[in-house]
């Protein structure tokens, strides 16, 4: 959502500091800054390959955008770091890119030969582990808590059922090829049965929720006043969480709310890009200093 984003996040036209807490393939950062020169960036992401993005466009940035590789709930010690206090706007486009969703080797999508879901190699935590040493309880909880999966208990005790026989579930596809064997069959439902299972574990896997948690907790900290925190997430316990943080703002009088209702893609956009069909825009403005 490239002209939506730039309509709500830029709310002076002479320049100013914002941060790109999800640079990606750097999409948002690179129109920014084709429609305002004069502003500078720092962006955030903890996946090496985005770093590899920057460091491939690194002289079109100039001296426009700082890159941090790490994880944006660090946002306030980064900036502190590179002598920031105050910016003019954050954003924060949740989830995983569709570079990572595409990229078979990490383990993203349905039919991969991997189970890994890490976005950032560093750290140890992966799906195969998840999936293959956590007790059948917490497994239902992780697929119910973090997939809204009514039918995690099912699922779960599938799971163990097959680690019983001895066997390790060592990819994506055979994890799927599991999930679909349990799940009822509905015929109203398109999208595919482990949908909802790899949502869990993506999230589970990559802390998700709690990341988004303190960055929000943080974002009134930095912004200057009538700065703006422009937020998309992909799937309602994202949307409930800013939407609960915006209102929690709004009544303690550190925001002004601009989105009363959510933005969504527009039909060229999802026409263009099908993920785009799940987006949920929030934006709201810093009240004071
Ligand atoms: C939907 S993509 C962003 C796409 C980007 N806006 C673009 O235009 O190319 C989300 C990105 O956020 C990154 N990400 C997710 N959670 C993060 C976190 N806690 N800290 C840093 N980066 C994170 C992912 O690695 C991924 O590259």
Not at 55 to 84: C, G, Q, T, Y
Not at 89 to 97: E, K, N, P, R
């Amino acid at each position: 959502m490239p002209s939506e984003v730039f309509q709500y996040l830029i709310n002076s036209f002479n320049g100013g500091l914002y941060v790109d807490c999800t640079f990606g393939g750097g999409g948002h950062t690179k129109y920014l800054l084709n429609k305002l020169k004069s502003i500078r960036i720092v962006a955030f992401d903890w996946d090496e390959s985005s770093s590899t993005v920057f460091l491939k466009d690194r002289d079109k940035f100039k001296d426009s955008v700082i890159f941090v590789r790490d994880n944006f709930k660090n946002i306030m010690k980064n900036l502190l770091a590179v002598n920031v206090n105050k910016v003019d706007g954050i954003l924060v486009d949740l989830g995983a890119s569709s570079e990572q969703f595409n990229d078979l080797e990490r383990g993203f999508s349905f039919n991969s030969d991997v189970l890994d879901m890490r976005m950032d190699k560093r750290s140890n935590l992966t799906a195969k582990e998840v999936i293959n040493s956590y007790s059948r309880e917490d497994l239902a909880n992780i697929f119910y808590n973090y997939g809204e999966e009514y039918e995690s208990r099912r699922i779960a005790a599938a799971i163990f059922s097959y680690r019983n026989k001895g066997k390790v579930i060592n990819s994506a596809s055979e994890l799927q090829s599991i999930v679909c064997s349990v799940k009822k069959y509905r015929k109203k439902i398109k999208i595919n049965p482990a949908t909802k299972v790899f949502q869990a574990l993506r999230i589970f896997v990559n802390n998700e929720l709690e990341n988004l948690k303190i960055l929000l907790s943080e974002a009134p900290k930095l912004l200057s006043s009538r700065g703006r925190i422009v937020v998309i997430s992909f799937h309602s316990l994202e949307d409930r969480i800013v939407k609960q943080n915006f209102k929690h703002n709004f009544n303690c009088g550190v925001y002004k709310i601009i989105t009363k209702k959510v933005i969504v893609a527009s039909h060229k956009e999802i026409k263009m890009n099908f993920r785009s069909r799940s987006a949920k825009m929030r934006v709201a403005e810093k009240i004071g200093a």
